[in-house]
């Protein structure tokens, strides 16, 4: 599986709150960031690839499983507001499940929006994978 996690998050906790701290590498440049909130327990989110944008995926509430697939393993990843980030490089097929009502996840991305840019059929991406 290509998709890596990140150096771990910094979280200082005190009664004022939490922060969440994490630093990205100069070599990723973030061309755009979106949240994704207010979705139901139990909903998806996802269900597509990308073939040139790389994302990172950051839980800040909630709690996100994360189906990662390359056309030949899947790997579950469960993101909270402590885990690391998640790096998802182009040719991964990912589902977002949210599991709590409260989860909200940010996502960079090292590329501007472009439609073009997704699979968004998982047999047309296993199709693209394996040329």
Not at 12 to 22: E, Q
Not at 48 to 58: N, P, V
Not at 75 to 93: K, M, N, R, T, Y
């Amino acid at each position: 599986m290509k998709a890596t996690i990140t150096a771990k998050n910094q979280i200082i906790k005190d009664t004022r709150g939490r922060l969440a701290i994490s630093t990205l590498s100069e070599h990723f440049p973030t061309k755009r960031f979106f949240i994704i909130d207010h979705v139901p327990i139990g909903e998806s989110r996802g269900n597509h690839a990308h073939k040139t944008c790389t994302q990172i995926l950051y839980c800040t509430a909630g709690s996100i499983d994360v189906l990662l697939d390359n056309g030949i393993n899947k790997q579950l990843i469960q993101l909270d507001c402590e885990s690391e980030a998640l790096v998802i490089p182009p040719g991964i097929w990912n589902h977002l499940k949210f599991t709590q009502s409260d989860s909200q996840l940010l996502v960079l991305s090292d590329e501007d929006f472009s439609e073009a840019e997704y699979i968004r059929d998982y047999q047309v991406f296993l199709e693209w994978i394996n040329k």
